[in-house]
């Protein structure tokens, strides 16, 4: 849409790696160098990392372009986690071997063998894996093995590793120290300075036929460094979203407002973000003492009565009576008619006992009224 508004060939700010959009940056100059010093060495590891989107597989499509393959077999890899077992079945489909069913020692005779066809040609393989932190300890030792195939003093394979920071990481373990002592070079792909985001906007946008509409004020440079912290994908990301609302608006020029729209309009629609780990303040634990009077609303010693009011949606609720059970009714029941038993036999026995006392043998006793408390 915005492409049609603004008279361009294409999309600037596409998301997806292209490398006829290449800029060449302080740090990828740098990182074309140590790539450029591993490929004239032809052997060893060569190490790139930096955050995801930086541009490290824009790099590596930059460097493929400019190669000449009639010298170089070039196996390129994204690594998914790989096992040793299943990256040696990749290396063998890209030397063009079949190896269905093969077991491990069959591959690695059928590499070597592949590698060293390759070489007769006159051709050196390289090996390039994107998403290198995902091999797992024994996948990056079997490239090591790998590594080690030579004739005549030459290295068979050269291999490229392309990963995110942590990789670094992964490479100072123990079990990888002698993998480490074969990388002849290694560079970290840093963000772009806030000075070269305007030639890459403009670079991206001359690649399909800018004609000096949209413009960037400095202000609005500085947001977009600043929101995008200088990282390419994000800066492609934040710049498609205000040509398409330039193009919506009718907008030739943008400013700090406009940039302010888009980017509110962009944080609105990502997911909460957590705070950074060096901005959290940590909690002290809540000891029992400290619960009980909290759960009621009711202040602890150490604050005033004002500072711990009751939450408005806090109701504390008297517990309704529980109903008596059937059988607690009956109890109580058996329980007074005992009492009223007990009561009646008092006075049975009191009037037998005057009766008896008073020697009148004709007159009897009127237990009448006693008739209806008999058990």
């Not at 002592?181 to 305007?198: F, N, Y």
């Not at 609105?268 to 029992?288: G, K, S, T, W, Y």
């Not at 005033?304 to 309704?320: D, I, Q, S």
């Not at 329980?335 to 008073?358: C, G, P, Y």
Request: aromatic share 6%; charged share 25%; glycine share 8%.
């Amino acid at each position: 849409m915005y492409d049609d508004h603004y008279g361009l060939s294409g999309r600037p700010f596409q998301l997806t790696p292209d490398p006829r959009f290449w800029f060449d940056t302080a740090t990828h100059r740098k990182a074309m160098a140590y790539l450029g010093y591993g490929l004239s060495q032809g052997e060893g590891f060569v190490v790139i990392t930096g955050d995801p989107g930086v541009g490290k597989t824009t790099l590596m499509g930059h460097l493929l372009g400019e190669i000449d393959e009639e010298r170089l077999n070039v196996i390129k890899i994204v690594s998914t986690q790989l096992r040793p077992e299943d990256l040696l079945q990749t290396v063998c489909a890209g030397l063009e071997i079949d190896a269905n069913g093969a077991s491990k020692s069959a591959m690695l005779a059928a590499i070597e063998h592949g590698l060293h066809a390759v070489a007769r040609d006159g051709r050196r393989t390289l090996l390039i894996i994107d998403e290198a932190q995902a091999l797992p300890a024994e996948s990056l030792e079997e490239l090591r093995m790998l590594s080690n195939f030579q004739a005549g003093g030459y290295a068979l394979l050269q291999i490229f590793l392309l990963g995110q920071p942590e990789f670094r990481l992964t490479l100072h373990d123990g079990k990888l120290e002698q993998l480490r002592q074969r990388v002849i070079a290694m560079h970290h792909l840093a963000p772009m300075d806030a000075d070269e985001v305007e030639p890459y906007l403009l670079h991206r946008l001359s690649c399909v036929g800018w004609r000096g509409k949209p413009r960037f004020t400095n202000d609005a440079l500085m947001a977009i460094h600043r929101w995008s912290g200088g990282i390419p994908r994000r800066v492609n990301q934040l710049a498609g979203r205000v040509m398409l609302f330039g193009a919506i608006e009718q907008l030739d020029t943008f400013g700090a407002a406009e940039l302010a729209a888009v980017i509110d309009d962009l944080d609105n629609d990502a997911p909460a973000r957590v705070a950074p780990a060096r901005n959290h303040v940590p909690v002290e634990p809540l000891e029992l003492r400290d619960i009980a009077p909290m759960a009621m609303g009711t202040p602890t010693p150490s604050e005033p009565v004002e500072a711990r009011p009751l939450r408005a949606e806090t109701v504390v609720e008297t517990p309704a009576p529980v109903a008596e059970a059937p059988l607690d009714r009956r109890i109580a029941e058996l329980e007074k008619q005992l009492q009223e038993q007990d009561a009646a036999l008092r006075r049975v026995l009191t009037l037998l006992v005057d009766w008896v006392e008073s020697g009148d043998s004709d007159r009897r006793p009127d237990l009448s009224s006693l008739r209806g408390h008999a058990a």
